[in-house]
């Protein structure tokens, strides 16, 4: 196939970017899009110009790592793809591409393509866990029964990569998304319970001062969301906001 | 040649771990505050030291070189946990699956080690589940055990196909509590260049941060290398992009041993190579195996067939396909250890039967299992069990249940449907079963440099089995290591703060300024990448699945040639002082393509074949591993000398007390 590509150059934090075009030829199918990738940096050093800096790491779709802004859709046109798993195959001979980072004020650009998600660290530092030692002289682990259905539930919500992509998505930049998986797998579980009041309030608290939006409801982060975590998580965490707040 | 002195302690083998926490120093938890310990790396080891040196009460600072300690690649991790648990009550015990890692390691492993690592198992899946690790569980509600290649127990404890995501997310909020009390420092996005050695006493690191660029200095009073393995080596693995083995030879460089480089895990179930543009290879999980059956056809007219695309699997006869694992080893039929089922692949391919246009697949076939599971189903559900059309659905719900995100990974990078038409699959590079040499505390020879997780060599021996790295991480990182760092560590608590400006630093940081400039300045005509390609090349033709001494000596000279020409030719576009990924992928490549050679020495030396080290000269006449315990039966610790042709061999000879060593078999 033939492309053209539309990418986002930015040389730095502070720098002012802009897009630049880059003609491709012989791209094959099977390549995955950061395959194509490879192939446009070992073309644009040839003829001088420096690589497009992009995060990537597993290219297996889940460490969360790769980040791009396909055609106006975070990750591309697939659906439950991240970046690295989405094949040129969804792509037309003479296709245009656009190519930008992940956009939001919590996420500001590094270089090019990548964007610094710190934030999302700090969220989950804030209240992401359960306070136990990890001594391994807890108690059995099937001394408390779990209904399959919660920890189904529990698992489903747990499997997000914290990619970002809900959040670039959001018209709000919100992290509702992201934060509600986290908030629902602890409160799905006994173990989470215990601390579900503090965690909830403290990991909103964070959540609103990295600079995210607020929620209104449109559920695109639902849609464009690589590993389809469920809106349900949302509501759960209004929920338990809700009732913490309540106690608090 | 110099012996190595592995400190096992003393008594009988299950008594060694006990008694020896017992008698070991310990640092009160006052003097721990004064205490810095650096950790390099944030995959399950890594993670889960950091957690649990913060929560005894040390001031630890980790690194990693990717913009979230969440993204390391043990995340990538499918399959599963094991743990003797016995939850299943079919046998299992602590002894059972220490004596099935000694075999499924065909006899080339640390006893003492191993039988440490099936103890603590049993603590690892409590402490997940405390942690809140969403572990599958039946409808009882307790937890969900599978099988894995190598055993006849079930003790495999999972997280559907994500059990590395859940059990690494588990290790990370350990870590964000201990980040969020200030008792662990992060450092994302930073690589260690060098470690710093004062007095014999690892001391400290120096670092880029991988964002502007700039060198800096780190004092501790230990260092844990917890960086992983080396598989990218080979450039086609399943490792990540970014795995590399820099950490592990920057500290063989000033002193740690390294050991058995050249025993490397060729994992049988990934997907195949489909093209020159490839940039690594995925992993279908070893679960798969429980239920899925692998087979070629019989004849080679249809081979020709279906590479034609003139016929579909499907469409073969059951009498026409070669069920081969299940033909050769009837007592473990598809679960055979990993080793054995990538050789047994590779012996039917070679004899012409790979079923896609390379020449390079076996089929993975579920279509049994479906029926299987569907009938019980309709059975359960009291349904017409002769309803084929039914019996399948409800038998393909069921697999999807269990496997659904590695069938909906494979359909999207194949654009094939797995649920309708036998997955194809292929060996890859998946683990490294050598790695740092480390004694019974995990330090290695230099003092107070730690290596944990798959960055060291101790527990797997030659083949790891199925589901034994991720409780090998965690064993090491929650409940080993923590203990005996103290003993080190006691006598460093009036060393007070370790001075970074000390010459050892200065000079070390000056090597790794020379290096970045040297590449930056270099101005070559190849990139990075050609260099890596080349060496992978190399790597896979000479010292892959199948290795013979001629080879070997070419793999020398072409990756000392190769060496020199990256040195003279290697381009690195833009500055030093920048987020430049291809700055940080020149000085990986530049460490893999030394060790490349130690790893290719290493196996010429050993002239026998042993799990996943295959010598052609050493084989049975039925084509099986031969080993040879007379002359073997040691573990390879390589001593740096300036390069890796004047490596220094000294050898841990392996002395089985508990264990009778003997022919492996799965037959």
Known sequence: MNLTLKVWRQANSQAKGKMETYKMEEVSPDMSFLEMMDVLNEQLMTQGIEPVAFDHDCREGICGMCSMFINGEAHGPDRLVTTCQLHMRKFKDGDTITIEPFRAEAFPVIKDLTVDRSAFDRVQQAGGFVSVNTSGNTQDANAIPIDKHDADKAFDAATCIGCGACVATCKNASAMLFVSAKVSQYALLPQGKVEATDRVLSMVKQMDEEGFGNCTNTGACEVECPKGISLENIARMNREYLSASLKG | ?667
């Open chain 2, 1 to 667: 040649m110099a012996k190595q002195d592995s400190k096992i302690p003393e008594g009988p083998v299950a008594d060694k771990w006990n008694n020896h926490k017992g008698k070991i120093n310990l640092v009160s938890p006052a003097n721990k505050r004064l205490i810095d310990v650096i950790v390099v790396g944030t995959g399950l080891a890594g993670a889960s030291a950091s957690a649990t040196l913060a929560e005894l009460g040390y001031n630890v600072k980790t690194f990693c070189f990717q913009d979230s300690p969440r993204r390391a690649h043990s995340i990538a991790a499918q399959g599963g946990i094991n743990a003797a648990k016995n939850y299943q009550g079919d046998g299992d015990s602590t002894y059972r699956l220490f004596y099935d890692t000694i075999k499924g390691g065909d006899y080339r492993s640390r006893e003492a080690n191993v039988h440490r690592l099936a103890e603590v198992s049993t603590n690892i899946i409590d402490q997940c589940v405390a942690q809140g690790v969403p572990f599958a569980r039946d409808y009882g509600g307790l937890l969900d055990n599978r099988s894995f290649g190598g055993v006849l127990v079930s003790r495999t404890f999972y997280a559907k196909g994500q059990t590395g995501q859940q059990l690494l997310l588990g290790a990370y909020s350990a870590m964000n509590r201990q980040i969020g009390r200030g008792k662990i420092k992060m450092y994302n996005r930073h690589e260690m260049m060098d470690v710093v050695v004062v007095d014999g006493k690892a001391r400290g690191i120096i670092t880029r941060n991988l964002v502007n660029g700039k060198i800096e200095r780190h004092g501790a009073h230990a260092v844990v290398i917890a960086s992983g393995g080396y598989g990218n080596v080979f450039f086609l693995s399943t490792n990540a992009m970014g795995s590399n083995v820099s950490a592990s030879w920057k500290i063989h460089k000033k002193g740690a041993h390294f050991a058995n480089p050249c025993f490397t895990q060729i994992h049988p179930t990934c997907i195949p190579v489909s093209g020159d543009h490839q940039s690594k290879l995925t992993l279908m999980s070893e679960s798969l195996r429980n239920d899925g059956r692998i087979w070629v056809p019989k004849k080679l007219e249809d081979v020709k067939a279906i590479r034609e695309g003139k016929l579909k699997p499907t469409e073969l006869a059951e009498e026409d396909r070669d069920y081969y694992l299940e033909r050769r080893y009837p007592a473990f039929g598809n679960l055979v250890p990993r080793d054995v089922a990538s050789r047994a692949a590779k012996e039917r391919c070679d004899a012409g039967f790979g079923v896609n246009k390379t020449g390079e697949a076996v089929y993975l076939d579920f279509a049994a299992a479906i029926m299987r599971y569907g009938k019980e189903q309709a059975h359960v559900k009291g349904l017409d069990e002769n309803d084929a059309v039914l019996v399948k659905k409800l038998g393909q719900t069921v697999v999807r249940s269990k496997y659904g995100n590695l069938f909906q990974m494979y359909e999207k990078i194949v654009d094939q449907d797995p649920y309708e038409t036998p997955m194809m699959i292929y060996p890859a590079v998946h683990y490294t079963m050598g790695g740092v040499w480390v004694d019974y505390n995990l330090m290695t020879t230099i003092q107070g440099c730690y290596a944990i997780g798959e960055a060291n060599f101790s527990d797997h021996g030659a083949n790891r089995l199925g589901a034994s790295a991720l409780m090998q991480g965690l064993a090491d990182g929650y409940f080993v290591l923590p203990y005996t760092i103290g003993d080190y560590l006691a006598d460093d608590i009036r060393t007070g703060p370790i001075d970074t400006q000390l010459p050892e630093f200065e000079k070390a940081e000056a090597a790794v300024k020379a290096q970045i400039e040297g590449f930056i300045s270099n101005k070559g005509k190849n990139s990075v990448d050609y260099y890596h390609r080349k060496l992978g090349k190399i790597m896979w033709n000479k010292c892959g699945m199948s290795r013979n001494a001629k080879e070997l000596k070419e793999a020398i000279k072409e990756i000392q040639e190769l060496r020199e020409d990256f040195y003279k030719n290697v381009n690195v576009p833009g500055k030093a002082d920048e987020f430049n990924e291809q700055l940080a992928k020149a000085g990986r490549v530049a460490d893999f393509l030394e060790l490349g050679e130690l790893f290719a020495k290493d196996a010429l030396e050993r002239t026998e074949s042993c799990g996943g080290h295959f010598r052609e000269e050493s084989q049975t006449p039925e084509g099986e591993a031969l080993r040879d315990d007379e002359n073997f039966t040691f573990v390879s610790a390589w001593e740096y000398k300036g390069v890796p042709a004047k490596a220094k061999l000294h050898k841990e000879e392996l002395n089985y007390e508990e264990i009778e060593v003997k022919t492996r078999s799965y037959k």
